[in-house]
């Protein structure tokens, strides 16, 4: 799949996650085979005047494309402001967030409220792609509730626009995570425009994956929730081979977290993702809750270490770390940016 000129090894695609999709993470999903990566969501604002929040999410690394990162906002001047900003950044391509339904961005008319003043989201579009020579990607919902649904209309506008790709959450706003996806709306839009359409919602598997493609005509799949503990669903098996490799690749999270990230940061993060790629298999809920007991990644360490296998077992986490190596230097001369 291209989206602009932008060439991907193939069509999956991680979403953007707040607090979840940075560059640990991506990292991560890149190795296991996702095509290309998404940053979590930054204000523009909050990037035009480079607070301290933001210049963290900023971080990347040439392992990292190609990668997209994801501007939301509802003032098209500080919309192109952020875009003149990110293009002197070593990455692939800008995303316009008009999918986010959490009310604090929403409030703000930016997200998924767009989605109800579409001539305020075009002069946003407009003003991003006028002020950036990299490919710019749109994320839409459905609409804004269940007597709303513009998907085909937005989707259309946003080629015209200049976009060149546009994401479908197959929900509207209104609906948050509940409820089932509407692949129905995912081919409408797939037929309307000529521009590659990626289709999101409810993939967590390498089933959903098929289902997606086949029901909707997409051109790619964007998975999200379903990567968490699992970023092997990029891969063909779509698991973990073995409870070995399930810890070998935690273990290489946490540490690409101590490179990347402050050390509070990490902790907190690799709590999280611990209690996620343990999730399945038995005491994983005794196990979540010790999590919280650790209070240095080196305490986190030991309990997956007597979690996974009774005892420390350093040559996991080196395999892991050389398969994530050797797949990323396999991606980084695939994938043409």
């Not at 990567?227 to 273990?251: K, T």
Request: one cysteine or more; hydrophobic letters at 45%.
């Amino acid at each position: 799949m291209n989206i602009g000129d932008i060439s991907l090894a193939n069509n999956l695609v991680l979403a953007p996650l707040a607090g979840i999709t940075d560059l640990p993470f991506r990292l991560i999903a890149r190795a296991c085979g996702a095509g290309l990566v998404y940053s979590e969501m930054i204000s523009a604002k909050g990037l035009v005047y480079m607070n301290h929040s933001t210049r963290a999410i900023l971080s990347t690394v040439a392992e990292d494309r190609p990668v997209a990162f994801q501007l939301f906002g509802s003032d098209p001047v500080f919309m192109a402001e952020a875009a003149k900003i990110l293009d002197g950044l070593e990455i692939d391509i800008i995303d316009i967030n008009m999918g986010c339904p959490v009310r604090k961005v929403v409030k703000r008319g930016a997200g998924s409220a767009l989605l109800k003043d579409l001539l305020l989201a075009e002069k946003i579009i407009r003003a991003v792609v006028m002020n950036t020579r990299l490919p710019v990607t749109v994320k839409i919902r459905s609409g804004w509730d269940a007597n709303s649904i513009v998907a085909v209309e937005a989707a259309g506008m946003a080629e015209s626009a200049g976009a060149a790709s546009v994401i479908v959450h197959g929900r509207t706003s209104r609906q948050m995570f509940a409820g089932t996806v509407d692949l129905h709306v995912i081919r409408q839009v797939k037929e309307a425009v000529s521009i590659p359409v990626i289709g999101n919602g409810d993939v967590t598997s390498p089933g959903d994956i098929e289902h997606m493609m086949s029901e909707t005509g997409c051109d790619g799949v964007m998975i999200g929730r379903g990567s968490l503990g699992n970023p092997w669903i990029f891969s063909p098996a779509g698991g973990p081979e073995s409870v070995e490799e399930r810890q070998g690749f935690l273990l290489q999270h946490i540490c690409l977290m101590e490179r990347f990230l402050a050390p509070r940061e990490a902790l907190f993060k690799a709590r999280k993702h611990a209690g996620w790629y343990a999730k399945g298999l038995r005491g994983c809920s005794g196990f979540r809750k010790r999590l919280y007991d650790a209070h240095s990644l080196q305490d986190l360490k030991n309990l997956i270490y007597d979690f996974f296998t009774g005892e420390v077992h350093e040559s996991v986490a080196g395999y892991a770390g050389r398969r994530i190596h050797a797949s990323l230097e396999s991606q980084e001369s695939t994938a043409v940016s």
